[in-house]
């Protein structure tokens, strides 16, 4: 009897919720203050897009960048951002950011300040660029390919696109080495199918989150993409790929902690369940 | 006659709209007809879109009414709360109407409906925040359902849970550390049987809605009428 | 010096602790949060009810009359559709309302109905006829897994024509057949199940991440001061049930 | 002989269809689009038929057994538990319009609303319907006021008790409705319809208050969380047979003889398609076969 009222409060204390709650919140915000820095491997498709960005463009190559998630989306795809970023400032290359949504605005912002550190040395105009919010959703991203300069004549910033040198030097789809689409959408990445690589033949590169993974693999399938990095799982391998641990990694430190304590307590409510059930078995019998 | 316009009047136009959608769709005439089907098509989306409109707009006075009954019946517990909510509501249709008549009277500005500067904060500072939190409040609920819901009871609660193992194992770090092989297992479990069990309710979702159309088609679905007479 | 995007800062960490405090208990604080969540959403909707006339309606016929009135004056079928919706309130003349209903339920419908065969039937019954032999036996194993649990769920999912088993006789094949493909079925959707929620775990604990980034570390102190606030109007409602 | 009206209109279409369909062939004449699988189109047509030959059938009296599901048989205990423990029952049909591809859910999950309706009323429960559709408001104060009279309890009848239109937006209905499980303390949680990522977060918010929960719906991704949480669950389709179980209309229980066709037919075609992949021949593409002449 005893036995069964000591595994009554046991139950109580460890099947109160408020622990639960207390304990994940604490087993995802302890790992991003101080990460724990759990090995990653590398997976065969992060290899690719690393070897692909790395071998081959060249050197001082441009790249386009649509920058199109919501603030709910950033842990995911922010840390994809600026590791790619990183690499292509370390190889030299030039990046013209945009955006078909409005609260892609929002979303550059503040990927501008998580990074500040890769922008350091970096010339706005000459490095870099950002156009800001283009309307027009597919309509546009067709008439980009075509010519920037003639779907918009200023940038985010209000600074006209002739006084911009980068913006001279690159005008239609085909001035770009390599299209990075970092969408938290599933429809972007048919626009620029449709309008970038089917009729010009850019290259694409896809960052997606992890829900939307399966519903674009058709097309990196067909070879209309270069790759894809899906979620904060690929965001922490290209960390360590580049050298510039961040978020990525950290996030997938928290993820480790807190599916562990979602699987201890797993096994406590088991533990518990089937001793009970012994136990009140051995009473029946008596 | 009163009949006619209350009931069977609307019920022909659904009949008369679903098989002209459907009708057009399967058959072929030429060129010019699917061009002008098209057009067709994209313009009755958009009809869907100002009735819908309006409809948020009745919803809007609702929520009104319900708390401005609340006010009345329920005494102080709840009058300030519902207070709140009637004030924000009715303060973030002044600002958007500011702003919808800013975009004509000052086009210019480019201040337009929801990016009014009163509209906006309010709903970065309020309604984001509060969209978001509702949003990932669900991490500590999965928690405290696989808790309750992954006890081995029977067979398939075992099945159950070795498969969820199996998946938290593949997509943490600390899985590869434990057995590397956890991953390759995790994306066979996401492709094969997991499409495998998906399969059939895709089917039967299918099905439902065509059912639903031979109800609605010949006039047995009467349930978006509401008051009968 | 307090400016408004301060204060919206403060007012955005608050938002998110006091929704969350509603997992431990409710309190007064979480009620507040849902009351302006509640009140900003419903003007959210209508506001973007506005909007949705403005672009599709008011815009083109204010900004171009001419094209408007030429090639686009059906829209007034909508918006006079869409103002009788407001009769729902009258006890005479409440039927009006459906008419707009009527438009709405029909399109929806019709635009369902006719790719529901291709994409929910064709589609999935194509896709799942597949080669039962082969030299690979991981792609066979693969194969017989998508087409045992496909038609067995379907088989679960038989509500009125199946074989019955009568009382005192021996049951028959088929019926040996139906139950054995139900239980494929049903043992087969589970896993899926199990797999789903497992794999959700991973997306819900990043939105966590990102909301803690975006709200809260911003803003520390605030959050702080927020959640000892909703402690006490946790404690101050159960000592008030007591 | 007589034959019934209702035999003939199936077999006219079907007939019709095969005669338009063979001379168009005959004549090559492009009658149908290009675009579609022609086999979609015969299946739509072939499954309201057979459906509409069911529908008739029941006029004549015929009865159609259907297969026990346990959740529907659940909800009656749930009101009854309910009412014995004094607290509220809570149903609520989710988030898809009556305009959108899931209107079959909404429509089953307003006719669970009815049943539950009719035996708050039996049993003299109160019932609190919640929902985020505005469109569905007029509909279902509707039902719940017919639920009470017809059980003749109309005194229970309070609109802004009983039907509480919340709002449109998803998380704003979310975290209303979970403080109404837990204020009201409610005593039983009916969730059947459409429903999103909030369906996780109605089922923990009943648990908090220890309710009798049954949930269902047929969105893929959502049925995890009610089959794992709830006393009992509709998965999948199993919505639908409840939707028609509870609206009592026998009429209604015929059209979901014709989805179980649909299921047969989907049956066959998978095996008869691998037979005759063993043959060499493949299936998949008369399936995909588009009408084109020339």
Redesign the interface.
Known sequence: MSEMSALRSLEKVLGSKELLYTLLLLSVILPILHPLGIPVEISKRTLDVYEYVDKKLPPGCHVYIEVYYEVAARGELEPNLIALTKHLFDKGCKIVYGSLSAFGVVAFSLFKTMAADLFEDKVYGRDYVYLGYIAGSEAATASLARSIRGTISVDNYGNRLEDLPLMREVDKATDFDLVIIVSSGTDVFAYYVRQWHTPYGVPLLFAALSVIGPSIEPFVGAGQAIGMLVGQRSAAEYEVLVGRLGLGIASMDAQSTSHMLIVAFIAIGNAIYWSKRVSSQRGGSK | MSLV???Y???A??????L???MF????VNPET?EAFSRADK??????????????????I??LR?HL??MR?EGLRQAP??A??????????L???HG?YL??ADPAAGI???TQPQ?R?????????????????????????????????NP?AL??????????FG????G??LW?GF?SLRDW??T???????????????????????????W??V??????E | MITWEVFGAWLSAAMVVWIYSFAYRDNALYKLAEHMFVGTAAGYSIALALDSLNRVVVAPAVRSPETFWAASWHYVIPVVLGVLMFAKYSRKYYWLARYAVAVNIAVGSGLALRTAPIANIVRQVTATILPLWGSDPVKVLNNWILVLVTLGGLTYFLFTIFPRRVEGARPSPAYWVYRSLYYIGIYGMMVGFGALFANTIMTRVGFLISIYLIYIQPEAWASIVAAVLAAVAIILGILRKR | MKVSRGLLIPIVVLALTALVSGVAWALRIQLYSPRAPFSAFLILVGLLSAGYLFMHETKSGKEIPVRRIPAFDAIEEAVARSVEMGRPVHVTFGFGTISSAHAPQYVAGLGVLSHAARLCGKYGAKLIATLGVPEAIATTEEVVREGYYSAGRPELYDPTYNVRYLTDQQFAYASAVQATLIRENVGANIVVGPFYAESLIFMEAGNMVNAFQIAGTARETQIPFFVLTADYSFIGEEVFAAGALASGDKETLASIRGQDVGKLLSIVLVILGILMLLAGTKMVDALNWAWKVG
């Open positions: 316009v209350r009931r009047a609307p019920q136009i659904v009949t008369i709209i679903i002209l959608t459907v769709f399967y058959f072929y699917s313009a009755l989306s958009d009809w869907v879109v100002v009735i819908t409109s309006f409809a948020l707009i009745v919803g809007g609702d929520i319900f009954v609340r019946k709360f519902s709140v909510t009637i004030s924000l509501l009715v303060l973030m249709v600002f958007a109407l919808w975009s004509y337009a409906i929801t509209f904060w309010l709903y970065l500072n309020v309604y984001a925040p509060a969209d978001a939190a509702v949003y990932s409040i669900l991490v500590f609920y999965m928690a405290s359902a696989s808790y309750r819901a992954f006890r081995v009871r398939m099945l159950l849970l070795v498969v969820a193992l199996i998946v938290i997509n943490t770090t600390v590869g550390l590397p991953l479990v996401m094969v049987p997991n499409t495998a069990a998906f399969r059939p309710i895709t089917i039967g979702a299918g099905l439902g809605i065509i059912i639903l159309g031979l109800r609605l088609l010949t047995r679905e349930s978006w009428m509401g008051r009968r």
